[in-house]
């Protein structure tokens, strides 16, 4: 099992930037992907990107390419997201999410933190 806490969300204006941060807790960490799902009111969740730990494959939605970036330090187990050239349609409730390796898809992910409000004000 692991244990997901997300910081770093807030209130920005569009065109700006803003990281948020995923520290992971638990014995068997390291056998985790590990990804981060957005969901905003009433719309269905999305899978804005994703990372294999120690393999380096990443996944991004076409939504956020180019802009968006995961990344990890495995030495901190942690996962992060940084998020440049923030749009209003990115607001959203952020949660980073773990899933088995080799499993990509958004029913794998078996844990997930409690989120984190992003705001992207015009």
């Known amino acids: 099992q692991v244990q997901l806490v997300e910081s770093g969300g807030g209130l920005v204006q569009a065109g700006g930037s803003l990281r948020l941060s995923c520290a992971a807790s638990g014995r068997s960490f390291a056998s985790y992907g590990m990804g981060w799902i957005r969901q905003a009111p009433g719309k269905e969740q999305d899978v804005v990107a994703a990372i294999s730990w120690g393999g380096g494959n990443t996944y991004y939605a076409d939504s956020v390419k180019g802009r968006f970036t995961i990344s990890r330090d495995n030495n901190k187990n942690a996962v992060y997201l940084q998020m440049n050239s923030l749009k209003p349609e990115d607001t959203a409730v952020y949660y980073c999410?773990?899933?088995?390796?080799?499993?990509?898809?958004?029913?794998?992910?078996?844990?997930w933190g409690q989120g984190t409000q992003v705001t992207v004000s015009s």
């Open positions: 999410a773990a899933r088995p390796r080799g499993r990509w898809d958004k029913a794998a992910y078996d844990y």
